[in-house]
């Protein structure tokens, strides 16, 4: 029981990651098992039903709804243009006519003899999903999607807004505790995702987006500037569906953190690789983490990825609860049996070296293993 542990943030310079892309409805898979893609290749394809619109025909018409069929130009299943003339009336000889146009592009789905309204759909909207990562498809999910593998640096962050892009690393800090500020982003940077050092503000995030970068990996950011920046509170709920032009990923916390050591030496070691990375956080059940996916070209993928040990001596973990949230060090201590802390519950605990020399000693929930 003392090594029981579930992983955490993974900070690793290679490994096997794979990646289900599936449809949101059944459709049709475009590519084969073995093949190897591109980020950009579109492996699978569908269609989402158009939306629905009603028309109070009888209503525009002033008629009842039995008579309908006497002025309509068009029936069920007949394709429309905007503005396309539907029904119209006879009106007074051949003058002062009633003409009731469509107001979107469609077709005509229902016609209600009973209601007098007629149900239009817009065309229907295509739907494509890419690989988002440069690797092999190793998996057909039939009608539906791929599993894509690639052997890559990998690194989860803790808390992010916006979805998949891809774009080339660049560093854009000269250390982990840099704060990256508004004149430091230029139009040359455009189609590249920043590594940043400690902070970003509002500003330096607008700039970014307005300028083409497709995304900035830093380690904290003020909540203050978050909302300026999207012009709302996040709230509690998923994140990834801002249209916001950029990505963000947070990798240690909230306020002024230092990028780990690790993760901003491993990130910069990459530097002029084409990497994706994906905004979406979820912290509540079923976990979701924002990430950078870095692929390596020629390495060859081991037989199976390698499964955790579990929490050890030296390991390396985050602490996720105030008053250290966001802190890192390392597990010096491992006690199997359980303590009893203020609260005066009885839990199992673990000693934190921090990279300060500080100790302190913390449930074992309160902190998150970050994975080799």
Known sequence: MAHAYTPGLKVTARSVVRKERRLPLKGKVVVNAGDEVSANTIVATTSLPGAVEPLNLAGKLGIPPSDMHEYLIKKVGDSLKKD???AQTKGLFGLFKTIIKSPIKGTIENISDITGQLILRAPPKKVEIDAYIDGKVVKIIENEGVVVESVAAFVQGIFGIGGET??????????????????MITKELAGTILIGGSLVDSNTLKKAAQLGVRGIVVGGIDDQDLRNFLGYDIGV????????????????????MKMAERTFKLLCAQEGKKASINGTTQIRAGVLRPEIVIPLPGEKAEEAVQASKGLEIGYPVRVIREPHFGSIGKVYELPPELKEIETEAKVRILGVLFEDGKKIILPRA???MIEQ
Do not use: R, Y
């Open 237 to 256: 709920a998923i994140t990834g569906s801002e249209d916001i032009g950029i990505t963000l990923v947070i990798t240690e916390g909230f306020g002024k």
């Open 84 to 86: 396309e003339i539907i």
């Open 166 to 183: 891809k774009g080339i690393i660049k560093q854009i800090a000269a250390s982990p505790d840099d704060i990256i500020t508004e004149n």
């Open 366 to 368: 309160n902190v998150e």
